[in-house]
C-alpha cells in the first residue's frame, strides 16, 4: 500500500520511510530544519523566517538558546505549535498493565478555550506513531470533556465524562481498567464504566508513555481513536501509575519520575492557591506575599 506523504514522497505504509532532503526531517518529512543550528544542548532548531530560528529546548532546559537549567516538579505544555511541534514528556513504557492498571493525575488548562477542545493529555501504544498494532491507551479532551480510550486489539472502549467545569482550578483524573472492564472518575462527577469490544483482555502497549503531545505529532499515524488533534496546553501533575497484581502506585518513569526525554516543558506557575480548590464556596487566598 502507497500512500503520498505531505512533502510528495510516496511511502510504503509496510515498512516505509520518507527520504528527506536535507533540509527536512521527521517521519513525513514535515519539519523544516535550521541550515545553521545556534541551539545548544540538543535543542530542536527551526526556521522561522528567513532570518530568524526557533530553539525548542530538551528536558530540562530553558532559555532562547537552551543554555538555562530549569528544574521541572510540575511540567507544563505549551499545545502544539505553528510548525507541528508538540511540548512532550516521554517516558519509559510501563511494565505489568497489560491485564489491570489505574492512573491518577491531575490538571489545569491554560486560559484559553483551545484548550478543551481536542488535546491529548497522554498515550501509549504498540509503536508510539505508526499504522501497525491496534493496541493503545489514550487519554484526552474533547470538547470541554474528558475522553478515555483504550483498545486491547479487538475494538476501542471509550468513556467520556460530563463537560468538565471550568470554573475548578484543577481537575482531577482517576481511570483504570480491569480486564476488559474500564472506568473513569472526574473531578465529583460519577464513575462511569466501559467494557471494551471483542473477546481480548491485554493490553500489549510498548511504545514509550506520552505526556502532553508526541515527538512528531502526524495524527493520522496514530491508531484510529487516539488522534487527539494537538498538545495539552496547560500543567499535569501528580501522575500516579498502579500497576501488577496488587496495583502498587508510583510515579512514572525508570527511575522513578525522571522522563527519558522531553521538549518545550516549562515549569508550573505555582502559587499555591492555583494548586487548590477551596470548598463550600470559600476563596484562596495567599498568604506570605510581600510588596
Ligand atoms: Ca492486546
Not at 19 to 34: P, T
Request: glycine share 12%; net charge neutral; charged share 15%.
Amino acid at each position: 500500500m502507497m500512500f503520498k506523504s505531505i512533502f510528495g514522497q510516496h511511502c510504503d505504509t509496510e515498512n516505509w520511510f520518507c527520504e528527506c532532503s536535507a533540509l527536512y526531517s521527521g517521519k513525513l518529512c514535515q519539519f523544516s530544519n535550521c541550515e545553521k543550528n545556534p541551539c545548544g544542548n540538543g535543542a530542536t532548531c527551526f526556521p522561522k523566517s528567513n532570518q530568524d530560528t526557533v530553539c525548542l529546548c530538551p528536558y530540562g532546559r530553558t532559555g532562547i538558546l537552551c543554555h538555562d537549567a530549569i528544574n521541572i516538579t510540575s511540567p507544563s505544555f505549551s499545545g502544539t505549535d505553528a510548525f507541528g511541534y508538540t511540548s512532550f514528556l516521554a517516558y519509559s513504557a510501563i511494565p505489568n498493565i497489560s491485564l489491570y492498571y489505574k492512573f491518577h493525575l491531575k490538571f489545569r488548562l491554560a486560559n484559553d478555550n483551545s484548550s478543551l477542545q481536542d488535546n491529548l493529555i497522554f498515550f501509549t501504544g504498540q509503536k508510539g506513531q505508526g499504522l501497525n498494532g491496534d493496541d493503545f491507551l489514550v487519554l484526552g479532551l474533547r470538547n470541554g470533556s474528558v475522553v478515555y480510550s483504550y483498545n486491547l486489539g479487538s475494538g476501542t472502549a471509550t468513556i467520556i465524562s460530563e463537560p468538565i467545569n471550568r470554573t475548578l482550578h484543577v481537575h482531577l483524573v482517576s481511570l483504570g481498567k480491569s480486564l476488559q472492564a474500564g472506568w473513569l472518575k472526574v473531578d465529583d462527577h460519577q464513575n462511569k464504566t466501559v467494557i471494551s469490544p471483542g473477546r481480548l483482555v491485554g493490553l500489549n502497549v510498548f511504545s514509550q508513555f506520552y505526556v502532553g503531545g508526541y515527538v512528531e505529532y502526524i495524527p493520522e499515524l496514530l491508531p484510529n481513536g487516539s488522534n487527539f488533534k494537538n498538545g495539552f496546553q496547560g500543567c499535569i501533575f501528580d501522575i500516579q501509575v498502579c500497576n501488577g497484581r496488587d496495583l502498587q502506585c508510583k510515579a512514572l518513569g525508570i527511575p522513578e519520575g525522571h522522563p527519558n526525554s522531553g521538549r518545550n516543558v516549562g515549569q508550573c506557575d505555582q502559587s499555591p492557591c492555583q494548586l487548590i480548590n477551596c470548598r463550600n464556596g470559600g476563596t484562596c487566598v495567599e498568604r506570605g506575599s510581600t510588596v
